[in-house]
């Protein structure tokens, strides 16, 4: 598997870990590839030390986001990681012990904005286009474009690289459309791996870590608001928090300082953002995999679109019918009161399993085709 695998990022992790562990469930032996970068060491870590821009992280938040980022180093450790290897020729070239990418039976790209020629640090990565993989198949599973949007397409020897692949996934319109105008194939829509492969996350009632004052832990976290994400518009906090007033509800900032919410945890890990979502009340967000969480356990949650992420939100909710759950300036209190007050509708969950369906049917068929071909021919 190749993704995004060591950024400082919820969803990044979380889409990584729940990806190779649906993998190991199918009877496959999966494991990622540990691709390294100074580079992009560099860029996260220091993102990871000032997330909410403009301005400068004060010292003690910088202690807290720091504490938060050594909770990742762990979590990434103790995945099943390939043997290290240099993400950039520069670094190859300098590195006198680099060792070669082993052969795979199948390397799986995705999920994450793999595709995204704009992403800060990522983009314009061959590795993620099937560069350096030495495998028989190459297959991409919910691969993103992210906010590059689809009528910019792709340059031609980008898409040439995309027409190696045995097997074409993704995870939202966009990205289809650009994969259909530029490489010529229609691929298959399939969902986030977390959605997909839901059963590895924590399930409700799961104890966290702890951690006492000035954790969400240390509150009722049914009786919380988890809020996720940061740089809210004012007409989004001013009705939050107007809608928590009037529930009696604490809103508890999960990974990044909002000064205007209840609690701060800034030191929240992946597993225990994780349990937090899985145990609030209700969810409010900015970011795609808020709203991916949220779906997830069935939670009521509002979200507001942000620049980087309306794309990918958007197609999120359109495609599983969930459009009632993102907010505008314009939207009344009542719907507020709606969609913070009532879990996911079964319209959205039947859409969610139709979905879970077709793309393990993708899965199957894109690391299996040998197998079944030879169960078709015993059975012929």
Request: hydrophobic share 40%.
């Amino acid at each position: 598997m190749l993704t995004f695998h060591r950024c400082i990022n919820y969803g990044s992790y979380w889409q990584a870990r729940c990806l190779v562990d649906g993998l190991r469930d199918m009877g496959h032996n999966a494991v990622l590839l540990d691709h390294r970068s100074h580079r992009i060491d560099f860029m996260e870590w220091r993102c990871a030390l000032q997330p909410v821009r403009p301005g400068a992280t004060p010292a003690p938040d910088r202690r807290l986001y720091a504490r938060k980022t050594r909770k990742f180093f762990d979590a990434v450790a103790a995945l099943p990681l390939s043997r290290s290897f240099a993400l950039e020729r520069t670094e190859l070239a300098q590195s006198r012990h680099t060792p070669e990418m082993p052969q795979f039976d199948a390397v799986v790209v995705g999920s994450d904005e793999v595709w995204n020629l704009a992403h800060p640090w990522y983009g314009h990565s061959p590795i993620f286009f099937g560069d350096q993989l030495r495998a028989n198949r190459l297959v991409a599973y919910a691969a993103s474009c992210g906010h590059h949007p689809a009528d910019r397409g792709l340059p031609p020897h980008w898409a040439a690289k995309l027409r190696r692949f045995d097997a074409l996934s993704v995870r939202d319109r966009n990205t289809w459309s650009v994969v259909a105008r530029c490489v010529g194939t229609r691929p298959a829509m399939v969902l986030d791996p977390c959605l997909q492969f839901a059963s590895a996350l924590p399930a409700p009632g799961s104890e966290g870590s702890g951690g006492g004052h000035g954790d969400g832990s240390s509150h009722n976290q049914a009786r919380s608001i988890a809020l996720y994400g940061h740089n809210f518009s004012g007409w989004f906090i001013e009705r939050l928090v107007a809608h928590a007033r009037r529930r009696g509800l604490r809103i508890v900032s999960i990974g990044y300082r909002n000064d205007w919410a209840d609690v701060q945890w800034l030191t929240a890990g992946p597993e225990d953002f994780a349990r937090f979502i899985a145990n609030a009340g209700a969810v409010a967000t900015n970011f795609f995999h808020g709203c991916v969480f949220a779906l997830c356990h069935g939670k009521p949650f509002v979200c507001e679109r942000s620049p980087y992420r309306a794309i990918k939100i958007d197609d999120l909710l359109g495609t599983l019918g969930a459009r009632r759950h993102l907010a505008d300036a314009d939207t009344p209190a009542a719907c507020w009161d709606g969609v913070l007050g009532e879990p996911v509708s079964a319209c959205v969950h039947a859409r969610i399993g139709a979905s879970r369906a077709s793309s393990q049917v993708f899965l199957h068929e894109a690391l299996e085709p040998e197998a079944d071909a030879l169960r078709e021919a015993r059975h012929a």
